[in-house]
């Protein structure tokens, strides 16, 4: 992976949008579900291109989203951004991580690869996941 990860700026949330707008799994049916409002929580001031992007919620334990532009797929973003998302957590005091994703996808198998563990569906049919060998 050529970059760095970097945490998002208020500038870099209509590229953190369209990004997640842009995905080929996971899609976002309804775009006005996640609104800029609701990112300003996850940045701070610097400046870049974004190529991908992860959130998490140090309170609660959960990766809520991570995504990488189509066009830059397979080049170990997603990797990196899950590492930095894991490493959040778990520096929040956190031994037991979570997140959702759609079943039969890639991320399924990602997650998976990882070490994490399907513990169980959402009521909307999403696999919810479990931490197990984090990351590193």
Same mark, same amino acid.
């Given at each position: 992976?050529? !970059?760095?990860?970097?945490? &998002?700026? /208020?500038? +870099? @949330?209509?590229?953190?949008? /369209?990004?997640?707008? &842009?995905?080929?799994?996971?899609?976002?049916?309804?775009?006005?579900?996640?609104?800029? #409002?609701?990112?300003?929580?996850?940045? =701070?001031? /610097? +400046? $870049?291109? @974004?190529?991908?992007?992860?959130?998490?919620?140090?309170?609660?334990?959960? @990766?809520?989203?991570?995504?990488?532009?189509? #066009?830059? #797929?397979? =080049? !170990? @973003?997603?990797?990196?951004?899950?590492?930095?998302?894991?490493?959040?957590?778990?520096?929040?005091?956190?031994?037991?991580?979570?997140?959702?994703?759609?079943? $039969?996808?890639?991320?399924?198998?990602?997650?998976?690869? &990882?070490?994490?563990?399907?513990? $169980? =569906?959402?009521?909307?049919? /999403?696999?919810?996941?479990?931490?197990?060998?984090?990351?590193?």
């Amino acid at each position: 992976m050529t !970059g760095r990860v970097r945490e &998002a700026v /208020e500038t +870099d @949330i209509p590229a953190v949008m /369209e990004l997640r707008l &842009a995905v080929r799994e996971n899609r976002l049916f309804d775009p006005g579900q996640v609104t800029a #409002e609701d990112c300003l929580a996850y940045v =701070r001031d /610097e +400046d $870049g291109a @974004i190529l991908g992007f992860s959130a998490s919620t140090c309170e609660t334990g959960w @990766i809520w989203a991570l995504f990488v532009r189509p #066009e830059h #797929e397979a =080049r !170990g @973003i997603g990797r990196a951004l899950f590492a930095v998302a894991c490493d959040a957590l778990t520096g929040a005091g956190h031994g037991t991580l979570h997140l959702t994703t759609d079943p $039969g996808t890639r991320a399924e198998h990602f997650y998976r690869a &990882a070490g994490w563990r399907a513990a $169980g =569906r959402t009521p909307d049919g /999403e696999l919810f996941f479990e931490s197990g060998a984090l990351p590193r």
